[in-house]
Each structure stands twice: as structure tokens, then as C-alpha cells.
């Protein structure tokens, strides 16, 4: 059975950073890609950014791009979500995704077989 964790979430103050992580379980990181979005109240769920497990090129979506670094730790089935310069906007529960056997980064939602339960990040002024 696929899992996928997510953990890292919390409250900081806007400017301040905070690190995600997505442990998948299930099956072993191969190629594949593993993804991060996010959905705040009333609004639809946001790609923010995704990663190839084989050649760990990655993709941002222009909201994000400058503050926040994908990255995976092979070894450990492991994918993070490193986040900086925080702003309120960033406000929103937070998934991690897999597309197994996928050599196409993309931040649309219906590319990704799993998915996480959520973390929420709250970034308050």
C-alpha cells in the first residue's frame, strides 16, 4: 500500500521559514515525480512545485519560485519542501503527491496517483 506523510507544518510569523516533509512509503523511489500543493479556504488546490526522483529537476510555480527549494533524499524515500520570505498568502494546507513511473513534471493535480493526508502552514504578520 502507497503512503505519503506529510509533516513540518505550523504556525510562523511572515518572513520566516519552514520545512516539509513528504515520507512515502509503498514503493521505492525510482522515476517518478513527486509533487507539493496546497489549498487554502475557499479556493482551489495550487501546484507549488515538483521534483523528478531520477534526475531531481523541478518545476515552481511563479508564486514560489525564489522562496521555496524542492528537493528528495533518494535514500530515504523522502521528498522536503523548503520554504522562505513566508508571506500570509502562503497561508494553506499543504500535500505532497506521487506520480509513479512519470517523466512529466506538472503542477495539475490529475497527473498525481497519491496523496498525502495534508500539514497545514498558517503565516501570520
Known amino acids: 500500500e502507497v503512503q505519503l506523510v506529510e509533516s513540518g507544518g505550523g504556525l510562523v510569523q511572515a518572513g520566516g521559514s519552514l520545512r516539509l516533509s513528504c515520507a512515502v512509503s509503498?514503493?521505492?523511489?525510482?522515476?517518478?515525480?513527486i509533487g507539493w500543493f496546497r489549498q487554502a479556504p475557499g479556493k482551489e488546490r495550487e501546484g507549488v512545485s515538483c521534483i523528478s526522483t531520477s534526475d531531481h529537476s523541478t518545476y515552481y510555480a511563479d508564486s514560489v519560485k525564489g522562496r521555496f527549494t524542492i528537493s528528495t533524499d533518494n535514500a530515504k524515500n523522502t521528498a522536503y519542501l523548503k520554504m522562505w520570505g513566508l508571506k500570509p498568502e502562503d497561508t494553506a494546507v499543504y500535500y505532497c503527491a506521487a506520480a509513479r513511473g512519470s517523466r512529466v513534471k506538472s503542477l495539475r493535480p490529475h497527473r498525481y496517483d497519491y496523496w498525502g493526508q495534508g500539514t497545514q502552514v498558517t503565516v501570520s504578520l
Open positions: 509503498g514503493f521505492t523511489f525510482d522515476d517518478d515525480v
